[in-house]
């Protein structure tokens, strides 16, 4: 199978998600937008994963590539690939799908419960979840659901918690792919962020082994069950 990814900075990276990517038989491939704007053509891949990071989907003049990922993301939904979105993934998957991108309410940044729907548990890619999880979220913003799309979830600071749509399309709010290294990248890179608010965990209670294995854990789950056991 061949997987492209597309990251936005260096300290958002596939997280625990590359060991399951990176495997005999996959050919992995990446454009790292902070330091190569060259995107591949569509038809050289089979599932795109589009990472997180610090910036708005709305930032297209201080990030001009901004303009063709979302056209790749285009394609690719047009040609019927798979395209999973993280974070910031997430919400440029929702924006090409039609929907809008603003402020959420509230931040929502540290360890939080999201309480999946039902509809999300009667999916294939949700196959063996629990009705509540324990991901780990750092976002501002969140997205109106694209048509025809269901709704993953909703925590008590943010509606949305993602969607599939199409059973083509995954979009996760939060982190499940996160790692103590990521942890620790975001608390570097950007601790700007870390004001005070209900749903703002302080820095120093964010490295959770326990937390971090049960995620990744349903990362693992999830990308078998959304793509199958590449």
């Known amino acids: 199978m061949n997987i492209h990814f597309l990251q936005h900075v260096p300290f958002e990276d596939l997280g625990a998600l590359e060991p399951w990517v990176v ?3 996959n050919r992995v491939t990446s454009t790292r937008l902070y330091e190569d704007i060259r995107l591949p053509f569509v038809d050289l891949f089979d599932v795109l994963i589009i990472m997180g990071g610090p910036m708005s989907v709305h930032d297209e003049d201080r990030h001009r590539w901004l303009l063709a990922e979302k056209e790749l993301i285009r394609k690719a939904l047009d040609k019927g690939k798979k395209v999973i979105g993280i974070c910031l993934g997430a919400q440029l ?25 039902d509809e999300a548990l009667s999916q294939a890619a949700f196959q063996g979840f629990n009705k509540s999880i324990t991901p780990f979220h750092w976002h501002g913003e969140t997205f109106t659901l694209p ?6 979830g909703k925590s008590a600071a943010c509606a949305n918690q993602g969607f599939l749509w199409n059973n083509q399309a995954l979009a996760l709010q939060f982190h499940l792919e996160i790692t103590q290294e990521g942890i620790t990248g975001l608390l570097n890179n950007c ?10 965990q302080d820095g120093g209670s964010m490295i959770r082994p326990d937390l971090i294995a049960a995620s990744n854990q349903l990362a693992f789950q999830l990308m078998s069950n959304f793509i199958g056991n590449v």
């Open 23 to 25: 495997k005999p038989g």
């Open 93 to 117: 998957i929702a924006e090409v799908l039609g929907a809008s991108v603003s402020l959420n309410p509230v931040a929502e940044i540290g360890w939080f419960n999201v309480e999946l729907s």
């Open 147 to 152: 048509a025809e799309a269901i709704a993953i």
């Open 191 to 200: 601790r700007e962020d870390l004001k005070e608010g209900t749903y703002v």
